[in-house]
């Protein structure tokens, strides 16, 4: 067997050439203010990509740089004038911070209106009891990628890899919600290959570098894998990216499965655009495209 190899690039540019278009159609340019603090090139990678990407798509993008040693006050006033401003629908304060910031300090003071990262703790209770919110990025990327595969992800034996708030929990909440049966399984999870190995849908977030290998993965699965773990290459001195998932092996048992890069990545902007779009019809008292 050889799996359909899911492409999360295409599918993030249909969804960014929607966002765009359903932009013009509301009547005001949904706008999107990124706050990166200090000097992480990783960060400042993701940030450049989203400011990119976002003025791509015909949206207001608003850049806010600060140095490292910036304080914690300084931080908040900032987001407390961004969420003031009527131009800017979206807020996201790129993690991680400085350690003399506390993030969830921060996170809770964004409006949650404007929470495009779906971080507040407001939002990550609308969505644990189903009502309509502002849903984290990645997690949402991973289910529409899903959905690619399965008209339906109604029954499906869904096990998620991974207990974090940004990722694993989120994801699980979302499978609930297409009426999944779900299983977080985690480090503390016993015969934690046997559990993976009855899912029809797995998603690993574990951030270990090919942790899943193919006899924990079921003939036929679907696999979506939101790992990013940089490893030596096979060039001296070289890197390579790779997920959580053995991908080679892997792809030879699974139905289908996300590449890294290429698969999951490129939804998470995508899926912040769709966010920042759904915030700005929210303020314009207008019902939010579904994607």
């Not at 994801?171 to 049966?181: H, K, M």
């Not at 030596?232 to 998932?245: N, Q, R, Y």
């Not at 890069?261 to 207008?286: D, E, Q």
Request: with cysteine; charged share 20%.
């Amino acid at each position: 067997m050889s799996a359909e190899i899911i492409d999360g690039k295409a599918l993030a540019e249909t969804i960014r050439a929607r966002v765009a278009d359903e932009a013009k159609k509301l009547g005001l340019k949904p706008g999107l203010a990124a706050v990166l603090v200090g000097d992480n090139p990783a960060s400042q990678v993701y940030v450049r990509n989203k400011v990119k990407q976002t003025e791509e798509a015909g949206l207001l993008s608003f850049e806010h740089r600060l140095p490292d040693a910036t304080p914690e006050a300084d931080l908040l006033k900032l987001v407390e004038k961004l969420n003031a401003d009527p131009s800017v629908h979206g807020i996201l304060v790129q993690l991680p911070l400085p350690d003399h910031i506390d993030p969830d300090l921060v996170i809770r003071a964004i409006d949650p209106m404007k929470d495009v990262d779906g971080f507040h703790p407001l939002n990550v209770g609308r969505l644990g009891i189903g009502q309509d919110s502002l849903v984290p990025c990645t997690p949402q990327g991973c289910i529409l990628l899903a959905k690619t595969v399965h008209t339906s992800l109604e029954g499906l034996d869904a096990v998620v890899l991974g207990r974090s708030n940004i990722v694993g929990k989120p994801v699980a909440q979302l499978l609930i919600q297409e009426s999944a049966t779900v299983t977080v399984a985690h480090s503390k999870t016993r015969d934690l290959d046997e559990v993976c190995a009855r899912a029809d849908l797995l998603v690993a977030a574990v951030g270990r570098a090919e942790l899943v290998k193919r006899h924990w993965i079921k003939p036929g699965a679907t696999v979506i894998d939101v790992g990013i773990n940089r490893v030596a290459g096979s060039v001296p001195g070289k890197t390579k990216l790779v997920g959580d998932v053995a991908f080679a092996d892997c792809s030879e048992v699974a139905g289908a499965i996300t590449p890294v890069p290429g698969g999951v990545g490129p939804m998470t902007i995508a899926c912040l655009l769709a966010n920042t779009l759904k915030a700005a019809c929210w303020a314009a008292g207008k019902p939010a495209p579904r994607f």
